[in-house]
C-alpha cells in the first residue's frame, strides 16, 4: 500500500504507509536551538526513522555528526574549548560564540528540514498531520546536551 499512489523505490519525495508520522518543525527547531548541532542530528535521524528512511539518510547524519566532532576537535586545538570551560558559569562567555554555536544547530536544523521536505509534504498532501514531537525533542535536546558535554570533555 502506498500514500498517494507513489511507488515504493528509493526516491526522495516516496512515502509508505509504514511512515505514518512526522514531526512539527517546532520541536524540530527548538531542540535544535537549545541541544545545539548534535541535538539536530539526533532529531533529524529520530525523523529518518519514523519517516521509514533512515537508511537513505545515513550518509547525511553521519556527514553532521562528523562536522560536529570535527568542530568540536578544532574548538579544542585552538584553546576555543579551555577559554569556555574557564568562563563556564560566568558572564563572559563570548557572545559570538553563542551565536555562532545557535547558528550552526540553527543550519542543521534547516539542512535536514529541507532533506525530509519532500517526504513531509506527500504525507500531508495524505491527510497525515504532524504529531507535536515533544518526546522527540527531549530526547534529541538531552543527547544533545550531554553528547556535546562527554565529547567536549573527551578533547579536553
Given amino acids: 500500500m502506498l500514500v498517494s499512489g507513489l511507488e515504493p523505490e ?13 514531526y512539527s518543525a517546532p520541536a ?13 542530528v539526533a532529531f533529524a535521524a529520530i525523523e529518518a526513522r519514523a519517516l521509514g528512511r533512515l537508511q537513505r539518510d545515513l550518509p547525511w547524519l553521519a556527514a ?12 579544542a586545538s585552538s584553546g576555543l574549548l579551555d577559554q569556555a570551560l574557564q568562563d ?11 551565536v555562532g554555536y545557535r547558528l550552526a544547530a540553527l543550519g542543521f536544523f534547516v539542512a535536514y528540514w529541507f532533506l525530509h521536505r ?10 497525515v498531520a504532524a504529531i507535536p514531537g515533544y518526546g522527540a525533542g527531549v530526547v534529541a535536546l538531552l543527547m544533545g546536551l550531554v553528547g556535546g558535554t562527554f565529547l567536549l570533555l573527551a578533547l579536553r
Fill in 28 to 40: 524540530f527547531a527548538v531542540s535544535s536551538v537549545f541541544g545545539g548541532p548534535l541535538a539536530a
Fill in 118 to 127: 519532500a517526504d513531509r509534504r506527500a504525507l500531508a498532501r495524505a491527510g
Fill in 64 to 75: 553532521g555528526l562528523v562536522a560536529v566532532v570535527a568542530a568540536a576537535v578544532v574548538a
Fill in 88 to 98: 563556564l558559569g560566568t558572564s563572559h562567555v563570548p557572545t559570538w560564540a553563542q
Fill in 10 to 22: 528509493e526516491t526522495v519525495g516516496t512515502v509508505s504507509l509504514t511512515a505514518r508520522r512526522y
